[in-house]
């Protein structure tokens, strides 16, 4: 079990289970969830913050299983048998370590462009080295990154273009989206009672109510509006800019994740790609992930079995 404390929200115990699915909306969209949903993820901005915490997640997942090969007593000879016959096909690609000064991960990250050479057939060159783990990461794995990957910078792409935002504008909104205090930024929009909404904030908040004792201002309204900001460059240094996944659910997950989106390959089934699709598929795919037509119906069980229903559209 893990302890999570999302922005606003305070928790001692969370041990939720989660689940998502993709799905087409038909018809005119209604103003309540379905009826067997926690809460329902519609607009672009936070399926586009929603997904960038699963792809967080897929790079964790990824990581590790790079990690474990590294561990195989045979890792660094496969590793530098493949450098060495890299080397002979590919004289141009920048080759600096051995086999085994080179993590898995390091090397992944060099050839899958690579693999996406249609000469040179990655199943075929990899199996011939008959390590059945190494060949499905170097292939299968690595290049449902290499395909999710683009789905991302496209997803920011049309983000930017649905909003008439430049890109560093949609990349900022998912910042503040991702990592601002939810409750201060929703009552300093909330004009007619924003004063009422600190000051209860301030009563729920230890940390929000010393920052504002300590900086000698006596407008609270002033002070939210520059902690906000402050406060959610902190809140992005913690945790290192990584979204999560967990933003719009009650409670964290349990430690193991089966929510449908768990790993690149598992993104890339629910999104209907492969992991060949060229880039206008992909680009389309993002196009339709962000549009009205489709939505992320989320299902959170408390303790893995107490069904919890906030009702929320987010």
Same mark, same amino acid.
Request: charge should be negative.
């Given at each position: 079990?893990?302890?999570?404390?999302?922005?606003?929200?305070?928790?001692?115990?969370?041990?939720?289970?989660?689940?998502?699915?993709?799905?087409?909306?038909?018809?005119?969209?209604?103003?309540?969830?379905?009826?067997?949903?926690?809460?329902?993820?519609?607009?672009?901005?936070?399926?586009?913050?929603?997904?960038?915490?699963?792809?967080?997640?897929?790079?964790?997942?990824?990581?590790?299983?790079?990690?474990?090969?590294?561990?195989?007593?045979?890792?660094?000879?496969?590793?530098?048998?493949?450098?060495?016959?890299?080397?002979?096909?590919?004289?141009?690609?920048?080759?600096?370590?051995?086999?085994?000064?080179?993590?898995?991960?390091?090397?992944?990250?060099?050839?899958?462009?690579?693999?996406?050479?249609?000469?040179?057939?990655?199943?075929?060159?990899?199996?011939?080295?008959?390590?059945?783990?190494?060949?499905?990461?170097?292939?299968?794995?690595?290049?449902?990154?290499?395909?999710?990957?683009?789905?991302?910078?496209?997803?920011?792409?049309?983000?930017?273009?649905?909003?008439?935002?430049?890109?560093?504008?949609?990349?900022?909104?998912?910042?503040? #989206? &991702? +990592?601002?205090?939810?409750? =201060?930024? /929703?009552?300093? $929009?909330?004009?007619?009672?924003? *004063?009422?909404?600190?000051? !209860?904030?301030?009563?729920?908040?230890?940390?929000?109510? #010393? &920052? +504002?004792?300590?900086?000698? =201002?006596? /407008?609270?309204? $002033?002070?939210?509006?520059?902690? *906000?900001?402050?406060?959610? !460059?902190?809140?992005?240094?913690?945790?290192?800019?990584?979204?999560?996944?967990?933003?719009?659910?009650s409670n964290g997950c349990l430690n193991y994740c089966d929510c449908g989106f768990e790993s690149y390959c598992s993104i890339l089934d629910k999104l209907d790609l492969d992991s060949f699709a060229p880039d206008e598929e992909i680009r389309q795919v993002a196009q339709r992930f962000l549009s009205n037509e489709y939505k992320?119906?989320?299902?959170?069980?408390?303790?893995?079995?107490?069904?919890?229903?906030?009702?929320?559209?987010?």
């Amino acid at each position: 079990m893990k302890r999570v404390i999302r922005r606003g929200v305070f928790e001692t115990n969370s041990s939720s289970s989660h689940s998502l699915t993709l799905k087409r909306i038909k018809g005119t969209p209604k103003n309540e969830i379905d009826e067997d949903a926690s809460f329902e993820i519609r607009s672009p901005l936070a399926k586009t913050i929603q997904m960038l915490g699963l792809i967080q997640n897929a790079e964790s997942d990824y990581e590790g299983t790079a990690m474990s090969i590294d561990e195989l007593d045979e890792a660094g000879a496969i590793k530098h048998q493949i450098i060495k016959e890299l080397k002979e096909k590919y004289p141009d690609a920048v080759m600096l370590k051995t086999g085994t000064e080179i993590s898995t991960l390091e090397l992944s990250n060099l050839i899958t462009p690579i693999i996406t050479d249609i000469e040179f057939n990655g199943n075929k060159f990899f199996g011939k080295f008959q390590d059945q783990i190494l060949t499905c990461f170097f292939t299968v794995d690595s290049m449902a990154r290499h395909v999710v990957r683009k789905f991302k910078k496209e997803m920011l792409n049309e983000l930017a273009k649905i909003n008439n935002w430049t890109l560093d504008d949609a990349k900022r909104e998912v910042e503040f #989206e &991702a +990592f601002a205090n939810t409750e =201060i930024r /929703d009552a300093l $929009a909330d004009k007619k009672n924003t *004063l009422d909404r600190l000051r !209860k904030i301030g009563e729920q908040d230890y940390s929000f109510r #010393e &920052a +504002f004792r300590a900086s000698g =201002i006596t /407008d609270i309204i $002033a002070f939210a509006e520059d902690y *906000l900001i402050t406060d959610c !460059k902190s809140f992005k240094k913690r945790v290192n800019g990584k979204i999560s996944c967990e933003r719009y659910f009650s409670n964290g997950c349990l430690n193991y994740c089966d929510c449908g989106f768990e790993s690149y390959c598992s993104i890339l089934d629910k999104l209907d790609l492969d992991s060949f699709a060229p880039d206008e598929e992909i680009r389309q795919v993002a196009q339709r992930f962000l549009s009205n037509e489709y939505k992320l119906v989320a299902v959170e069980k408390y303790c893995g079995f107490i069904f919890e229903k906030t009702g929320e559209i987010f």
